[in-house]
């Protein structure tokens, strides 16, 4: 059994965990407003975006533009990986690392190859010793800091390896804000451009005259709208990493407070049974004399 030095400094050190975790869950859930309101107010931007690509590439057939069509003919697949720098978190760098993980071994037992390229240092890390050698870049410190000038160099980057040939078809593998409780892994497929035609754009028989042509402006557009995808990507998956980490302080804090009723409660219980064990050898004490 535990002395009571030993149930004291216990007590003492949960109640300097429950003070560090409740003022991490607050400093998480300040921040959480802020990039929530971001995420939710980016994505009619990058749904309109989606749409304009769509709509112009509906009017195009036949188009010999790479970013639009990717290269079917290279069998290699580059996932763009969006995790967070840092832990306590709870499932949100596990989630991405199980969904990465299955995903390389499926495409791997299709016959292609694979290549990873991973903003955040976390699944990076996790993934490092058995997917190492597939990396092709580690990018670390920006998780929490959502910038689009770093979404289009990242863009740049990844045009400049699918032009030098190093993949074919390019992914996004991201967690996507749903609530403060809710994340859910998302896959989006960047090179090609995910092209969605509707009803209403089938049924259209109106003509259009471009100008430039289509195919230059989407040679111009196509870029921006990669740099727009990962830039989206880049604060869902931000938002979802501060609603993650304020869920888990939150139940650290909870689960700090139980514990301290319980230790406290056995504290008490063994501060009483060293009383009555001295009471008792004073009384016996007392009647031997």
């Known amino acids: 059994m535990p002395s009571l030095k030993d149930l004291k400094n216990r007590i003492s050190s949960v109640k300097s965990t429950q003070k560090i975790t409740s003022a991490m869950k607050m400093v998480a859930a300040a921040k959480l407003r802020r990039a929530?309101?971001?995420?939710?107010?980016?994505?009619?931007?990058?749904?309109?975006?989606?749409?304009?690509?769509?709509?112009?590439?509906?009017?195009?057939?036949g188009t010999s533009i790479d970013l639009l069509t990717g290269k079917t003919e290279n069998k290699t697949q580059l996932l763009v990986v969006f995790s967070a720098d840092r832990?306590?978190?709870?499932?949100?760098?596990?989630s991405i690392t199980r969904n990465v993980r299955k995903e390389v071994d499926n495409l791997q037992k299709d016959g292609k190859n694979v290549k990873l390229l991973m903003v955040g240092k976390k699944s990076a890390d996790s993934l490092n010793r058995e997917y190492g050698n597939l990396f092709i870049d580690k990018i670390e410190g920006k998780s929490a800091k959502p910038n689009y000038a770093d979404a289009e160099v990242l863009a740049a980057k990844i045009i400049k390896l699918f032009e030098n040939g190093e993949f074919g078809v390019c992914r996004v593998i991201y967690n996507k804000f749903v609530s403060a409780i809710a994340q859910e892994v998302t896959y989006k497929s960047l090179i090609p451009a995910e092209i969605q035609i509707n009803e209403e754009d089938q049924n259209d028989t109106s003509v259009y005259e471009f100008e430039p042509s289509e195919e230059e402006i989407l040679t111009d557009l196509l870029p921006r709208n990669l740099?727009?995808?990962?830039?989206s990507s880049q604060i869902e998956s931000t938002a979802s990493e501060l609603a993650a980490r304020m869920t888990a302080m939150d139940n650290a804090t909870r689960n700090a407070g139980e514990m301290i009723d319980k230790l406290t409660l056995q504290y008490n219980r063994t501060r009483q049974a060293v009383i009555t064990s001295e009471l008792i050898e004073i009384i016996s004490g007392a009647e031997a004399l």
């Open 36 to 61: 929530q309101d971001q995420a939710l107010a980016s994505r009619p931007y990058t749904s309109l975006m989606d749409k304009i690509v769509s709509k112009i590439s509906s009017k195009t057939a």
């Open 87 to 94: 832990g306590l978190c709870g499932g949100f760098n596990g």
């Open 227 to 231: 740099a727009t995808q990962l830039f």
